[in-house]
């Protein structure tokens, strides 16, 4: 019993796939914030590895 037919499958594949082109069109507009910002609501003191790198 199939669930979903190719054509179904292969037209949703290409929709998700605008949507993400789309996601990713929008990020890029936006400013990046630092890479070391990244940890700084993960970790109280950063550990030692990452302040090295």
Not at 2 to 17: A, P, V
Not at 32 to 51: C, E, S, T
Request: aromatic fraction near 10%.
């Amino acid at each position: 019993m199939d669930l979903i037919t190719e054509d179904e499958f292969l037209n949703r594949g290409k929709k998700y796939r605008a949507e993400v082109l789309d996601c990713l069109k929008t990020s890029a507009k936006h400013k990046r914030a630092p890479i070391i910002d990244m940890f700084n609501d993960v970790y109280d003191d950063m550990p030692w590895h990452l302040r090295e790198q």
